[in-house]
T-cell receptor, first 112, second 117 residues
Framework: AQSVTQLGSHVSVSEGALVLLRCNYSSSVPPYLFWYVQYPNQGLQLLLK??????LVKGINGFEAEFKKSETSFHLTKPSAHMSDAAEYFCAVIPGSYKLIFGSGTRLLVRP | DTGVSQNPRHKITKRGQNVTFRCDPISEHNRLYWYRQTLGQGPEFLTYFQNEAQLEKSRLLSDRFSAERPKGSFSTLEIQRTEQGDSAMYLC???????????????FGPGTRLTVL
């Protein structure tokens, strides 16, 4: 069965520090991979996606993620955290069809 | 592009009552999805429409749940005889079919938060 594992339900960083949110997936077929962000009491906003081609994907708000097939990973990074980045982040996979399978999420806390 | 809209944003109901939620997708998006998100979890797939046809239903969608998409535009999700376990955020998403060897990108609405007392 396809699944997504996000390591760390909570990640805390200082403002200006590197953000690293981890995501590993299992899929029996080449996956399509996504990162979404959710602010309190709001829906999900797409940050970035990997379909084919370049394995380093750039998204909105300075975020990027790298698809590493050998490690089955799709970690999300941002060089310098901003207070406005505080939110819940979800990694998701579409394992060949149309249905998104989400991880359980990582809450990012940004300390001033 | 006005985005995906959902109504109501919040619904509080008593156990045993019926509730109905509405989703208006982005215009011209012929694919529509419903997901459910419980506290502290990621969203889980419930059902999928292509135009007016409901093509897949999750096992999470018990007999008390029904979804429709008449005329392939807006969609409704009805829960009959609500239970406390139905309390969750119900999210709707829409997309266009992908071009070439790719997948569609799903755009989400703000969700309807259901509380069953």
């Amino acid at each position: 069965a396809q699944s997504v594992t996000q390591l760390g339900s909570h990640v805390s960083v200082s403002e200006g520090a590197l953000v690293l949110l981890r995501c590993n997936y299992s899929s029996s077929v080449p996956p399509y991979l996504f990162w979404y962000v959710q602010y309190p009491n709001q829906g999900l906003q797409l940050l970035l996606k990997y379909t084919t081609g370049a394995t380093l994907v750039k998204g909105i708000n300075g975020f990027e993620a790298e698809f590493k097939k050998s490690e089955t990973s799709f970690h999300l990074t941002k060089p310098s955290a901003h207070m406005s980045d505080a939110a819940e982040y979800f990694c998701a996979v579409i394992p060949g069809s149309y249905k998104l399978i989400f991880g359980s999420g990582t809450r990012l806390l940004v300390r001033p | 592009d006005t985005g995906v809209s959902q109504n109501p944003r919040h619904k509080i109901t008593k156990r045993g009552q019926n509730v109905t939620f509405r989703c208006d997708p982005i215009s011209e998006h012929n694919r529509l999805y419903w997901y459910r998100q419980t506290l502290g979890q990621g969203p889980e797939f419930l059902t999928y429409f292509q135009n007016e046809a409901q093509l897949e239903k999750s096992r999470l969608l018990s007999d008390r749940f029904s979804a429709e998409r008449p005329k392939g535009s807006f969609s409704t999700l009805e829960i009959q005889r609500t239970e406390q376990g139905d309390s969750a955020m119900y999210l709707c998403a829409s997309s266009l079919p992908p071009g070439g060897l790719s997948t569609d990108t799903q755009y989400f609405g703000p969700g309807t938060r259901l509380t069953v007392l």
